[in-house]
């Protein structure tokens, strides 16, 4: 099994929907993340999470909210879809390391918004 | 806030060549660079890093450069195989407790 896991891989959805993405984790970490990819555009972060009582905006948080419901689990909630949120997902994960984030990422969740 | 500039967007190398891709980065008080590569349908994967107290490091046919005066660090891969062909990122963050501020990667083909 994936040490960390995204679900779904896919989805397809429509325009005001809501929607949920998942994370989970068997790597024992503190740290999660989620980055947005898109084509030209690199990896850019939504939000991260430190500990389970911890949750910090990244670069583009606006029409995101998030959840982390235990140490494993770490959820991306779009409430009202846009075409513009179309673009794949990833979870992340990294030790408390002094010094360094060593991420270790998810296979990715392609969402589509029409 | 960092800003991680990355260049070339694209690249192609023939089979055997070198392969350079090169960062910049704002921050004069960031110290950790990776490199992630992301092959096709996966996630990225840490292939190799720096930290500011080190000039140069290498991993068999990939080594990363850093000139911290200039505020720029560089990715080589030498003897390119087809299986380096992927997307390519930067990285740096200021401390351990700062998330990772990405490139906007670099697509490398390799032609056999």
């Known amino acids: 099994d994936a040490d960390v896991t995204q679900t779904p891989r896919n989805r397809i959805t429509k325009t005001g929907k809501r929607i949920m993405l998942e994370c989970s984790q068997t790597?024992?970490?503190?740290?999660m993340y989620w980055y947005r990819q898109d084509p030209g555009l690199g990896l850019r972060l939504i939000y991260y999470?430190?500990?389970?009582?911890?949750?910090n905006k990244g670069e583009i948080s606006d029409g995101y909210s998030v959840s982390r419901q235990a140490q494993a689990k770490f959820s991306l909630s779009l409430e009202s879809a846009i075409p513009n949120q179309t673009a794949l997902y990833f979870c992340?994960?990294?030790?408390?390391?002094?010094?360094?984030?060593?991420?270790?990422f998810g296979a990715g969740s392609r969402l589509t918004v029409l | 806030g960092e800003n991680v500039e990355q260049h070339p967007s694209t690249l192609s190398v023939q089979e055997g060549d070198s392969a350079v891709i090169k960062c910049t980065y704002s921050?004069?008080?960031?110290?950790?660079f990776p490199w992630y590569k992301q092959e096709l349908g996966k996630g990225p994967q840490l292939i190799i890093d720096?930290?500011?107290?080190?000039g140069e490091k290498k991993d068999q046919r990939i080594a990363v450069t850093l000139n911290k005066t200039a505020k720029h660090f560089s990715l080589h891969i030498t003897e390119t195989q087809p299986e380096d062909s992927a997307v390519y990122f930067c990285?740096?963050?200021?401390?351990?407790?700062?998330?990772?501020?990405f490139g906007k990667g670099t697509r490398l083909s390799v032609i056999a």
């Open positions: 992340a994960t990294s030790a408390n390391r002094a010094g360094a984030n060593v991420l270790t």
């Open positions: 790597k024992g970490h503190d740290r």
């Open positions: 999470s430190f500990d389970v009582k911890d949750i």
């Open positions: 921050d004069s008080a960031s110290n950790y």
């Open positions: 720096i930290r500011s107290n080190v």
């Open positions: 990285a740096a963050s200021l401390t351990g407790n700062t998330p990772l501020v």
